[in-house]
């Protein structure tokens, strides 16, 4: 015996609303519908505010009743950081907006333009989608954070088109197939980190130079204070997901912070929220790139320092509590094992010494016990 589903027709996508027109001194707008013919209930309103009419009516027939001819959008950019610099600023007009999403917006916005910022507003297309894609990827961001510069490039696409600033437009942002989230594997040698830290300036240039000199996690290095330098005990007190630790002022790291050190609350970085973590981790991926080496993030140097501290035969107990994990975290995550590092420890170790084969001193031979 065989059964069947019936399956009722697909779900139709709801008509959009139509627009508002202006006609003969009157402004003409929906109220509800559409009913069962397709047409829209509207309310035409004078100058005083006034109920004028009332009426059913589709929205191409009124505008032939009126023989209103609307004008074609008119292109007011002629690139596309024009178009993004717009919408952005948008969007720090909008009260539903909070300052989270805004900085978010804001980040995405100044990556977008460094990637496709000069193209004319004309060329702007799918094909720009997909270039934006390959350039923020060039640059280290996962594909999820990809995905979302590439939608907030389609919200301003279209906010333009329903303010009249643009013609319309189709851009879509294709679905990828989920994947593993991207990490950046590369851990850099000190030489490496050296150069990059040379490229940079300012708060970003002090920033990769604490995470270059303690492992510290990203979010540890910017959320400290000016107190948490202590100079007089020798100390920089980090706080982190694991909790608070004291890591050592070695003599380069005492230089580097002397000049903050003095005791306020006051942040060392001024940016607030996740902005900073992030612009900083753009910014050290973007310079790598720039300077043609092989790309790292933060958790590079993190594990660079791991790498360091075993190689000189510290304790794992003792590294672990300065990186702010435990024993089988640090080893599992952070620790790098090199072809180096298995010749090292098979020479310090010593092995093959069973194989070496005895030999007698000089002279010695078989002595019999019995005398002649």
């Known amino acids: ?59 191409d027939e009124l505008l032939r009743t009126y023989r209103v001819v609307e004008p074609a959008p008119q292109q007011r950019f002629e690139t596309v950081k024009d178009l993004l610099t717009a919408w952005l600023d948008a969007r720090a007009n909008d009260p539903q907006l909070s300052p989270n999403s805004h900085r978010s917006y804001t980040f995405r916005v100044h990556n977008l333009i460094d990637a496709v910022g000069p193209d004319p507003v004309e060329s702007l297309g799918n094909e720009t989608i997909d270039r934006v894609h390959a350039a923020l990827l060039g640059r280290g961001l996962s594909p999820k954070s990809v995905q979302l510069h590439q939608r907030a490039l389609v919200c301003a696409t279209r906010w333009a088109a329903e303010e009249e600033l643009l013609a319309p437009r189709a851009l879509s942002v294709p679905r990828r197939r989920a994947q593993a989230p991207a990490v950046l594997p590369h851990t850099p040698t000190e030489a490496e980190a050296a150069t990059v830290i040379a490229a940079l300036t300012g708060e970003d240039r002090l920033a990769v130079s604490i995470l270059a000199a303690t492992g510290a996690r990203l979010a540890e290095v910017t959320e400290l204070r000016r107190s948490a330098i202590d100079l007089r005990g020798g100390w920089l007190h980090l706080d982190g997901k694991t909790g608070p630790r004291k890591f050592p002022l070695s003599p380069e790291l005492r230089a580097l912070l002397t000049p903050y050190a003095d005791g306020t609350d006051v942040r060392l970085f001024t940016g607030k929220g996740r902005s900073t973590p992030s612009r900083i981790y753009s910014r050290l991926v973007a310079t790598c790139a720039r300077l043609g080496q092989t790309v790292f993030s933060p958790h590079g140097l993190r594990r660079m320092i791991v790498n360091r501290v075993l190689r000189s035969g510290m304790d794992i107990k003792t590294a672990a509590e300065l990186m702010g994990h435990s024993p089988c975290v640090m080893l599992s995550h952070y620790r790098r094992v090199t072809q180096e590092d298995r010749a090292a420890g098979v020479a310090k170790a010593g092995l093959g010494e069973a194989l070496v084969v005895p030999t007698s001193p000089a002279g010695a031979g078989h002595k019999s016990r019995h005398k002649r």
């Open 1 to 59: 015996m065989t059964t069947s589903t019936l399956q009722g027709p697909a779900p139709t996508k709801p008509t959009p609303r139509p627009k508002p027109f202006k006609a003969q001194g009157l402004a003409y707008s929906v109220v509800r519908g559409p009913n069962d013919a397709g047409a829209w209930y509207w309310r035409a309103r004078g100058p005083d505010g006034a109920v004028a009419w009332t009426g059913w009516a589709s929205r």
